[in-house]
């Protein structure tokens, strides 16, 4: 067993006892009471999912095994001479718990590199789309092609062990993982650059072999490890990965999860916020004549907006009381390398003049800009300036907290999900019992 895999399966065997403990002597305790308002408002905000890879923190944002973001930026190593840690550090943390150190990191590195080669059908399948297509749905297509790759599916069929389907899934997931830079610049050469297509680099880190791949120089190579690290997870209830959490509880695999976590991920209310944020962007720029506005103009736009029924893009989260930890890195990132660019000029004011007025206005539970008032931003400065792929840069980075939920899911023996539903009528009869 290679560095990370032994890890991991020293922590699954320490934390199986846990589970059986809760199930055994606490399987009844009450945990939290459900409103009709919840169940007909998507279930929001209903105690009923476990996970320990991610957590999001009102306060502090989304924690990773219970590090904050700046925690994670901060500990986890960096390639020579770069601003953002490895990517594979992320993952070694995600699986694990644990903080690596450079040779776990060298480790994560290597097997990605030996795993990252595509079967020559998935080009096919790719190549049968018309250059026209969504890049979201050629995404999710190849990768749901490669589930006759799975390692999962074999042994399953094979009379695997129900303890040791985590085996299998901890393989299918690195083969998936080291994939997806692969399948996503191969999409991006075909829709959006006639179809030159740069070949990967085995030397390189999964960072800097994408932005090789892309096409892009330094610093993208940080920009591409900044984006695919603070995507990752996001608790296990937002659509995506809650999509790859329900569809792995029926033993369906790896690449069938991943394809329809994608699924998930490409509809309007989940994962185009930042190209939505980068749309409106460019039309105040429009509308103020792309001069770079005062203080006071930006603050008169903001109120004429709000006075009009609109909202301020990017603004606010459903859980966040305060900025939003991955729009805060991004900043910093921004101030150092994209000081000068207009957009983000615009970014900048903004952030300065919008919670003020949101406070004063009174209808934003929470005033502060998230992630995705600055991620397109970044993206549109070093060259990707095609919307619809800023999903599936979105979805390579989610696709590591939902392996490394759904690894989880199988070592700890979770069931299939079936939650129970009610009638309207039954749901009347029992509010009018309450009263």
Request: proline share 6%; charged share 25%.
């Amino acid at each position: 067993m290679g560095t990370l895999k032994q890890k991991l399966f020293e922590k699954i065997e320490e934390h199986r006892p846990r589970i059986q403990k809760l199930m055994k002597e606490s399987g009844d305790v009450v945990i939290d009471q459900v409103t009709v308002s919840q169940i007909i408002g998507g279930m929001r905000g209903i105690k009923c999912l476990l996970t320990d890879i991610s957590y999001l923190d009102p306060n502090e944002g989304i924690r990773y095994r219970g590090h904050t973001l700046p925690e994670v930026f901060k500990q986890l190593p960096k390639p020579p001479n770069s601003e953002m840690p490895y990517v594979e550090g992320l993952i070694y943390l995600l699986y694990t718990g644990d903080i690596p150190n450079e040779s776990n990191v060298a480790c994560v590195v290597d097997e990605l590199s030996k795993r990252r080669i595509l079967p020559r059908y998935v080009y096919e399948v790719l190549d049968a789309f018309p250059t026209v297509s969504h890049p979201m749905a050629m995404f999710s297509a190849a990768i749901l092609a490669m589930q006759r790759e799975s390692t999962f599916a074999r042994k399953y069929n094979a009379g695997l062990p129900k303890y040791d389907y985590w085996d299998p899934m901890f393989e299918d997931s690195l083969n998936l993982i080291a994939k997806l830079p692969e399948v996503a610049t191969y999409i991006y050469s075909k829709l959006y650059q006639g179809g030159k297509r740069i070949q990967s680099n085995p030397n390189l880190d999964f960072g800097a072999n994408f932005a090789s791949m892309m096409g892009k120089e330094k610093p993208y190579d940080d920009v591409a490890r900044m984006h695919f690290i603070i995507h990752a997870d996001h608790e296990s209830g937002n659509i995506s990965a809650h999509t790859g959490h329900l569809v792995a509880s029926s033993l369906s695999g790896i690449y069938l999860s991943i394809s329809a976590m994608i699924n998930g991920l490409a509809g309007p209310l989940h994962g185009l916020a930042s190209q939505e944020v980068l749309r409106w962007l460019q039309e105040v720029m429009d509308k103020m004549g792309g001069k770079t506005p005062t203080e006071d103009e930006m603050k008169q736009f903001v109120w004429d907006t709000l006075h009009s029924g609109q909202v301020i893009p990017g603004f606010g989260h459903a859980v966040l009381r305060k900025t939003d930890p991955r729009y805060k890195l991004q900043r910093e990132f921004s101030l150092k390398h994209l000081k000068n660019d207009k957009i983000f000029k615009y970014v900048d004011l903004l952030y300065k003049v919008v919670p003020p007025i949101l406070k004063e206005h009174g209808k934003a539970k929470n005033p502060w800009p998230n992630v995705d008032a600055q991620s397109g931003v970044v993206q549109w400065h070093y060259g990707v300036t095609e919307y619809d792929f800023y999903t599936v840069l979105f979805g390579i980075g989610r696709a590591i907290g939902i392996t490394a939920n759904i690894i989880w899911d199988r070592a700890l023996g979770f069931p299939l999900e079936r939650p129970k539903s009610l009638t309207t009528a039954m749901l009347e009869d029992l509010v009018s019992k309450k009263k």
